[in-house]
């Protein structure tokens, strides 16, 4: 049985897709630019400001507006954290379900550490939460491995007892790289050039439920 289940934040524990696709709109009618489609917004939010900068300006960050524009999404970001993001259907029952088998869960994310644990406050999570783990808490964010391990260490956990679950193909490369168990998850966002089919991780779920059945006997 695994001991610890880690979750990636955006597109795994939550649907932040809303709060950051309206985020980047306000940054385009500050320079006076038409919203971007939701739907062409959506699967970019694993990409984090790189993707909703990309998506929405055709910008990559050696570009020389991005530092400017990263600045000021990333400053009207804060304001609207959490007004429209949710945990996914089925999550906050998965949580529940994890709490009375005595299984540890934390977030492992690549969101900055100051931001993810206001999301994880608002959504009434903190408490329980055994870990909040940024892009910024250790060395080097995911793909490496350095997030996961610092996860187990501040949670007293194996990574060989543990399942890491996550919606792009960083996510099972960090997990595999940290030596877990690797779920994807294809309820996300899935904004990967690859298949996740491709990805190698050791199960696919549909739904946060099926976690359930990957836990194994004790």
């Not at 610890?4 to 320079?31: C, I, S, Y």
């Not at 990559?60 to 959490?82: I, K, V």
Request: charged fraction near 20%; proline fraction near 8%; aromatic fraction near 6%.
């Amino acid at each position: 049985m695994a001991d610890a289940v880690f979750f990636d934040l955006d597109g795994t524990l939550a649907d932040t897709a809303p709060d950051l696709a309206g985020t980047l709109n306000r940054l385009k009618a500050e320079q006076g630019l038409p919203p971007s489609p939701y739907e062409a917004l959506r699967p970019r939010v694993s990409q984090g400001v790189r993707g909703m900068l990309g998506a929405g300006f055709g910008l990559l960050p050696d570009d020389a507006a991005y530092p400017p524009l990263a600045a000021r999404f990333l400053a009207l970001y804060s304001e609207t954290l959490c007004v429209e993001t949710r945990l996914f259907a089925g999550m906050e029952e998965l949580l529940e379900q994890l709490d009375a088998m005595g299984i540890t869960w934390g977030v492992v994310t690549n969101k900055a550490e100051r931001l993810a644990r206001p999301i994880i406050a608002s959504l009434g999570l903190a408490e329980r939460c055994a870990c909040i783990v940024g892009g910024d808490t250790a060395s080097r964010p995911k793909p490496h491995p350095d997030p996961l391990l610092h996860a187990c260490s501040l949670t007293g956990q194996a990574p060989q007892r543990s399942l890491y679950v996550g919606d792009d193909i960083r996510d099972i490369q960090a997990g595999r790289a940290a030596g877990m168990a690797t779920v994807a998850a294809a309820y996300g966002y899935l904004g990967s050039a690859e298949p996740i089919q491709t990805w190698n991780a050791d199960r696919i779920i549909d739904h946060p439920l099926d976690i359930l059945a990957l836990l194994g006997p004790a």
